[in-house]
């Protein structure tokens, strides 16, 4: 699943038609993406960059992407530097994974100078970079030093050079005589002597050369028939003709449950009947649907991290103490054996002087053990040391009782925390988040800096119709379930929620009327599905009249109790989302 340089190609000559377009915005989504948006007479376009390990790539995107309300340095750097500038023309050298974008831009002086973006796609070296006229490093995305890399520097006044380069063939530019005289001296699998023989090309374009040269069956490089030389020589002519002549077959394929696997500007043969293909209209269009969701899931991910260790340490935090409170707890089961100390030293005051360290009693209150053995403080008297020990009895009684509700409050804090974190990795967009923040800055764990603006607005329930019609609404985060339930909703309509475990509060909206048992499995069926539990077979989802839902006084957002509840066991899924 790599982008290729013969991909790239393929990305480039879509990529020409937008030459003479001037740059119109510059966003910088994440710290390893970039978009930027260009206008021409024919329209508008919006390229995206992205320099991520798993995820390096260029091409035109439709989707659209939430922005950070404050741009990063490198997005003000580029805005400042090739703002509005002119798109002359896109080199790529041979089939190297590189494209460089130049523009003609206006400098703070007024002179016309060119400015050159290349965009790297090489893993996890990938990278975005701004380069002079005269070839110097203005910036990049990601700055490479001494510490980094001892071979290639990429900083700031820096002269640019192009990554490492092995001496491969460029498959669109090698004779037939060239192709067959440097693979029939590799040893070993055909497809990986094609890979070390070829530039530009990926694990999956090989494997398909190697396919049809073997005819379904596997080869080897030092093992190729004169036919079958033939075969290689043909397919890779017949690979050259569809890049050339734009005959590309952009093909997606993916397994049957719908996971995205690979995908290649050729027909993908190898795999059979195990996976399923899907062709695109465009190179483009084909990268955008292939990475859409990755994309969205490592945005936010890389957006939220913060929170995630903020919520994550809160509740390594509260596990420790809450060890710590039961230890001293189970300390405290000791009392009662105080107590008795101090009764049997009362009732013996006549037979202890100051001094004794030890005093052996009879035990009236074991008469199978008729002596106890009681330690005693030398410089007390007898009342004192009587004293001492009741002194301790009440003290272990009063830790007794606050270690108690120390702990159940810490255990109810952890029930809070995990709704949270249970919230954070469903959450989908960036008010999501936004709306995280505020309410775990309401209750204390993170402080908020003063913004300007106002404050994002919350969005509405989330909503689901059954099969039947009946309206279903799930709450997005904690606050928005205490509204949902305890505000919006009916007294007559049902509130469903899993069982001891963290997620949304749901509202199946009766109207009063008796629901079927099919129509709340659906409702159930979503409030597993919005919860922790999402990945599992079969979750225990409770069910009520709202009436019966109450809020205690000072519990935290989203902590309810209920009664009269009835239990459904039901599969996790979403259904009717409006």
Same mark, same amino acid.
């Given at each position: 699943?790599? &982008?290729?340089?013969?991909?790239? +190609?393929?990305?480039?000559?879509?990529?020409?038609?937008?030459?003479?377009?001037?740059?119109?915005?510059?966003?910088?989504?994440?710290?390893?993406?970039?978009?930027?948006?260009?206008?021409?007479?024919?329209?508008?376009?919006?390229?995206?960059?992205?320099?991520?390990?798993?995820?390096?790539?260029?091409?035109?995107?439709?989707?659209?992407?939430?922005?950070?309300?404050?741009?990063?340095?490198?997005?003000?750097?580029?805005? /400042?530097?090739?703002?509005?500038?002119?798109?002359?023309?896109?080199?790529?050298?041979?089939?190297?994974?590189?494209?460089?974008?130049?523009?003609?831009?206006?400098?703070?002086?007024?002179?016309?100078?060119?400015?050159? &973006?290349?965009?790297?796609?090489?893993?996890?070296?990938?990278?975005?970079?701004?380069?002079?006229?005269?070839?110097?490093?203005?910036?990049?995305?990601?700055?490479?030093?001494?510490?980094?890399?001892?071979?290639?520097?990429?900083?700031?006044?820096?002269?640019?050079?192009?990554?490492?380069?092995?001496?491969?063939?460029?498959?669109?530019?090698?004779?037939?005589?060239?192709?067959?005289?440097?693979?029939?001296?590799?040893?070993?699998?055909?497809?990986?002597?094609?890979?070390?023989?070829?530039?530009?090309?990926?694990?999956?374009?090989?494997?398909?050369?190697?396919?049809?040269?073997?005819?379904?069956?596997?080869?080897?490089?030092?093992?190729?028939?004169?036919?079958?030389?033939?075969?290689?020589?043909?397919?890779?002519?017949?690979?050259?003709?569809?890049?050339?002549?734009?005959?590309?077959?952009?093909?997606?394929?993916? !397994?049957?449950?719908?996971?995205?696997?690979?995908?290649?500007?050729?027909?993908?043969?190898?795999?059979?009947?195990?996976?399923?293909?899907?062709?695109?209209?465009?190179?483009?269009?084909?990268?955008?649907?292939?990475?859409?969701?990755?994309?969205?899931?490592?945005?936010?991910?890389?957006?939220?991290?913060?929170?995630?260790?903020?919520?994550?340490?809160?509740?390594?935090?509260?596990?420790?103490?809450?060890?710590?409170?039961?230890?001293?707890?189970?300390?405290?089961?000791?009392?009662?054996?105080?107590?008795?100390?101090?009764?049997?030293?009362?009732?013996?005051?006549?037979?202890?002087?100051?001094?004794?360290?030890?005093?052996?009693?009879?035990?009236?209150?074991?008469?199978?053990?008729?002596?106890?053995?009681?330690?005693?403080?030398?410089?007390? !008297?007898?009342?004192?040391?009587?004293?001492? +020990?009741?002194?301790?009895?009440?003290?272990?009684?009063?830790?007794?009782?606050?270690?108690?509700?120390?702990?159940?409050?810490?255990?109810?804090?952890?029930?809070?925390?995990?709704?949270?974190?249970?919230?954070?990795?469903?959450?989908?967009?960036?008010?999501?988040?936004?709306?995280?923040?505020?309410?775990?800055?309401?209750?204390?764990?993170?402080?908020?800096?003063?913004?300007?603006?106002?404050?994002?607005?919350?969005?509405?329930?989330?909503?689901?119709?059954?099969?039947?019609?009946?309206?279903?609404?799930?709450?997005?985060?904690?606050?928005?379930?205490?509204?949902?339930?305890?505000?919006?909703?009916?007294?007559?309509?049902?509130?469903?929620?899993?069982?001891?475990?963290?997620?949304?509060?749901?509202?199946?909206?009766?109207?009063? /009327?008796?629901?079927?048992?099919?129509?709340?499995?659906?409702?159930?069926?979503?409030?597993?599905?919005?919860?922790?539990?999402?990945?599992?077979?079969?979750?225990?989802?409770?069910?009520?009249?709202?009436?019966?839902?109450?809020?205690?006084?000072?519990?935290?957002?989203?902590?309810?109790?209920?009664?009269?509840?009835?239990?459904?066991?039901?599969?996790?899924?979403?259904?009717?989302?409006?």
């Amino acid at each position: 699943m790599a &982008l290729d340089g013969a991909y790239l +190609y393929a990305i480039r000559q879509e990529l020409l038609s937008l030459i003479d377009a001037r740059i119109e915005k510059i966003y910088q989504p994440t710290r390893e993406e970039l978009i930027l948006a260009l206008r021409s007479r024919t329209g508008s376009a919006k390229i995206l960059l992205s320099c991520a390990a798993d995820r390096a790539r260029v091409h035109l995107t439709q989707i659209s992407v939430e922005n950070p309300k404050t741009p990063p340095m490198f997005c003000m750097l580029l805005r /400042k530097r090739l703002g509005n500038g002119k798109l002359l023309r896109i080199r790529q050298d041979g089939l190297e994974r590189v494209l460089y974008f130049d523009f003609s831009c206006i400098n703070e002086l007024g002179d016309v100078v060119q400015l050159t &973006l290349a965009c790297e796609i090489m893993g996890r070296y990938s990278n975005i970079i701004l380069i002079d006229e005269s070839g110097v490093v203005i910036d990049s995305m990601k700055r490479v030093d001494a510490t980094m890399s001892s071979k290639r520097l990429v900083l700031p006044g820096v002269a640019y050079k192009m990554p490492p380069r092995d001496h491969r063939l460029n498959f669109l530019t090698a004779s037939g005589n060239e192709i067959r005289s440097a693979v029939i001296t590799k040893i070993g699998e055909l497809s990986k002597a094609l890979l070390q023989t070829f530039e530009g090309v990926s694990p999956v374009l090989v494997r398909e050369w190697a396919y049809y040269v073997g005819q379904g069956q596997p080869c080897r490089a030092e093992s190729l028939t004169e036919d079958q030389c033939d075969r290689l020589c043909y397919i890779l002519h017949r690979t050259k003709e569809l890049l050339e002549q734009g005959e590309e077959v952009y093909t997606i394929v993916s !397994t049957k449950e719908g996971q995205p696997k690979d995908f290649s500007f050729v027909p993908l043969r190898q795999y059979g009947t195990l996976m399923v293909t899907k062709t695109m209209p465009s190179a483009c269009a084909l990268l955008d649907e292939f990475f859409a969701s990755r994309d969205r899931t490592a945005r936010l991910k890389q957006r939220a991290n913060d929170l995630f260790h903020l919520l994550l340490h809160a509740t390594e935090r509260i596990q420790r103490r809450i060890v710590s409170q039961s230890e001293e707890l189970d300390a405290c089961e000791e009392k009662e054996q105080l107590r008795r100390k101090a009764d049997l030293i009362s009732s013996n005051l006549y037979r202890l002087k100051k001094g004794d360290t030890v005093a052996e009693l009879e035990d009236f209150y074991e008469p199978d053990q008729p002596i106890m053995t009681i330690e005693l403080d030398a410089r007390l !008297t007898p009342p004192q040391n009587a004293q001492k +020990y009741y002194q301790a009895y009440k003290k272990a009684c009063t830790a007794e009782k606050i270690l108690t509700e120390q702990i159940a409050k810490g255990k109810e804090e952890l029930a809070y925390l995990d709704s949270v974190l249970d919230v954070l990795s469903r959450a989908e967009t960036e008010n999501d988040l936004e709306q995280l923040r505020a309410e775990l800055a309401e209750q204390g764990y993170l402080r908020l800096l003063r913004k300007k603006g106002k404050p994002p607005k919350s969005l509405p329930p989330m909503e689901y119709h059954a099969s039947d019609g009946t309206r279903i609404l799930v709450g997005r985060n904690n606050r928005q379930n205490d509204q949902l339930t305890l505000k919006t909703a009916n007294k007559n309509d049902i509130w469903l929620h899993t069982q001891n475990i963290a997620g949304s509060h749901v509202i199946l909206e009766t109207g009063g /009327k008796e629901s079927p048992l099919e129509i709340l499995k659906e409702a159930a069926s979503l409030a597993a599905y919005h919860s922790k539990a999402r990945s599992s077979a079969q979750v225990p989802v409770d069910y009520c009249q709202v009436r019966y839902v109450k809020k205690p006084a000072g519990a935290k957002p989203g902590m309810v109790i209920f009664s009269n509840q009835h239990t459904l066991y039901v599969v996790p899924k979403e259904i009717g989302k409006v």
